[in-house]
């Protein structure tokens, strides 16, 4: 359990972090990039969930604990340490996939390419969907140099295909989804 009594310990202010197997890193580095990413993915779920109702609520939720295991898992660069740590499983993805597959099944098809745009709950749905897109983009870039969990990276992925189809559920199952008109002004 983790328990913190003090905010601040000033370890930072020379520009580094602590990762969780205790190595310290700059905090510009690709590996914390993708943390930090994932962390604003993070809060913006937790703003859409303000505008949520119960069924999509209870799945951002789920989701809002599955990125702090993420995070967990960027955070730990290596399986050299004395615990087990946490890591992204095959499990979370498919659980992503089963929702996804779920919400899909009651969309209307996509005729045309949609704007982020409609209620306040799809709107903040594209924006934490553009968020984590960004943090698998860092992930990728993170795996280029550094070792990274390949589930971390499929999950940041399915997990803005769920963004996106939860976001066309909110307008009304895509019948109130904003179409872009290629040209049209």
Partial sequence: ?????????????????????GSRRKKHEPRMTAIGSV????????????????????HLARIQNDLFDLGADLATPSDEISWTPIRIKASQVSALEATLDGLNEDLEPLTSFILPAGTALSAHLHMARTVVRRAERDAVALAGVEAVNPEAVKY?????????VMARHANDCGRADVLWVPGGN
Avoid: P, Q
């Fill in 39 to 58: 962390d604003e993915a993070n809060a913006a779920i937790g703003l859409a969930r303000l505008h949520a109702g119960e069924v999509i609520d209870l």
């Fill in 156 to 164: 940041l992925n399915r997990l803005s295909d769920l963004l996106f």
């Fill in 1 to 21: 359990m983790v328990k913190l009594n003090k905010i601040y310990t000033r370890t930072g202010d020379d520009g580094t972090t602590g990762l969780a197997d």
